[in-house]
């Protein structure tokens, strides 16, 4: 080969394999994630947010305020682009009147019994932030605080690392602890979320993230069909504390291991939907964690969308935002009314510090606290 010819085929060569995949490859060739101020807190704070792209045309937009997810746009089975979770169009919805959408909710994500639980023969009293209870991690959770971002990607991926030190006493909680929160979007459309930490003593620890969803991208969510992979539910108190008995579904309105609509039987005169207006519940995965199984499953019949769970967690809160009100005017200046999103929030269970029974949340020095869900997106 000519020195020519050799120069041009070298050439050619680097052209399609790139740093980033070879041009060809639609995994690495539209995927880009990239940071701009979003808005600042009420101390001056710059808070960021990342706009995660792939060429399946789904976008996610992530901020450090709360570590939140304030977007997902996805396809409908005709092409049309929707978002699909609930939101704000600016930081200062998120700062005055904000029902964890979207956020990262921690150190401990749902209810704690009488805001206080014992370890290693210590009491530690938490804020009451929920009745007498504690709900997603105190006053000042891991929701309202500026996490540290920056850009990840991979060859067929793309991401944001978010990182968050919370300090020995932060909300009543023990120990020092070191957060990071990865999400990343790839191109078989999920939305991929890993959870790590670690302490300097024994402390408890309940990540999750609490996505409003609504596939149709507006109205109700009453006629999307969900399947949640669990046999057994843990049902609570009028407080909304697990009793900690694990009850089978079958024959109730919380079965949901055939796909139903979720409004089926959301009114039904059952004793656990009337002392939460609905369901707001964790249910027993049959997985029992440990490894990624799948969770659940939704379905929109108006717009094709899907979505499964996947996570290795034990639990899943399903709620169906029963106390939305009609005070939060979102985006676009959409009121959201009771049972305008879902949530499915991969977790162990709530109150597990308080019953011995449940799967341990406790952390140790020396160990590393490690979780991942996945929020696959798709049409049919």
Known sequence: MSTRKTFLAILAIGFLATPFGFLG?????????KATVFGKTSDGRDVEIYTLTNSNKVEVRIMTYGG???????????????DVVLGYDDLQGYLTNNPYLGAIAGRYANRIGKARFSLEGHEYSLPKNDGENTLHGGDLGFAKMVWAGQADGGKAATG????????????????????????????????????????????????????????????????????????????????????????????????????????????DPYDQL?????????????????????????????SGRTMEVYTTEPGIQFYTGNHLDGSIKGRNGEVYQARTGFCLETQHFPDSPNKPSFPSTVLRPGHTYHSTTIFKFGVK
Do not use: Q
């Open 274 to 302: 009337k002392l939460a207006s609905g369901y707001d519940h964790n249910w027993v995965l049959n997985s029992g964690g440990g490894k990624l199984a799948l969770a659940a499953k939704v379905y929109e019949p108006a």
């Open 160 to 267: 944001v690392t978010l990182r968050y030190f919370s300090k020995d006493g932060e909300e009543g909680f023990p120990g020092d602890l070191t957060i990071t929160v990865t999400y990343t979007l790839t191109d078989k459309n999920e939305l991929k979320i890993d959870y790590a930490a670690s302490t300097d003593k024994p402390t408890v620890i309940n990540l999750t993230n609490h996505c409003y969803f609504n596939l149709a991208g507006g109205g109700n969510i009453l006629g999307h069909e969900l399947m949640l992979n669990a046999d057994k539910f843990t049902p609570v108190d009028a407080g909304l504390i697990p009793t900690g008995e694990l009850r089978s579904v079958a024959g109730t309105p919380m079965d949901f291991t055939h796909s139903t609509a979720i409004g089926a039987r959301i009114n």
């Open 25 to 33: 490859s639609r995994a690495r060739a539209s995927i880009s994630e």
């Open 68 to 82: 939140t997810v304030v977007s997902i746009k996805a396809p409908d089975r005709s092409g049309k682009i929707g």
